[in-house]
C-alpha cells in the first residue's frame, strides 16, 4: 500500500524559510518522481514543484526562491522554501507518480497524494 506523508508546515515570518518533507512509501522499487502544489485559501490549487532522480522543476512563481532536492538521509524528497511571501500562504500537497513515464514533463498527472501540510505567512 502506497503512502505519502508530508511534514514540516507552520507558521513563518514574511523573508523566512520552512522545509516541507514528502515521505513515499510502499514502491518495491522507490519513488523516482515527487511533485509538490499548493492550493492557497479560495484559489485553485496550484503547481510547485518537481523532482525526479535529479531532474528539478519549479515554477515561475517560486524560481529563485524555493528548492527541491532528495534527502538521503531520511528518503524523503524535501521542499526548501526561502523568502517567503504572505502569499504564499497555503497548504502544501506532495505527491507520487507511478505510472511511466516518470519525468517532470509528465508530473502534473500523479498517482498518490498526502492529505497536505499547512504554510502560514504572516508576521
Known amino acids: 500500500q502506497v503512502q505519502v506523508v508530508e511534514s514540516g508546515g507552520g507558521l513563518v515570518q514574511p523573508g523566512g524559510s520552512l522545509t516541507l518533507s514528502c515521505a513515499v512509501t510502499?514502491?518495491?522499487?522507490?519513488?523516482?518522481?515527487v511533485g509538490w502544489f499548493r492550493q492557497a485559501p479560495g484559489k485553485e490549487r496550484e503547481e510547485i514543484s518537481c523532482f525526479s532522480d535529479g531532474d528539478i522543476y519549479l515554477s515561475t512563481s517560486v524560481k529563485g526562491r524555493f528548492t527541491t532536492s532528495k534527502n538521503n538521509a531520511k528518503n524523503t524528497v524535501d521542499l526548501q522554501m526561502n523568502d517567503l511571501k504572505p502569499e504564499d500562504t497555503g497548504v502544501y500537497y506532495c505527491g507520487a507518480r507511478q505510472r511511466p513515464p516518470r519525468t517532470c514533463e509528465y508530473y502534473r498527472v500523479l498517482d498518490y497524494w498526502g492529505n497536505g501540510t499547512l504554510v502560514t505567512v504572516s508576521s
Open positions: 510502499g514502491f518495491t522499487h522507490g519513488v523516482t518522481l
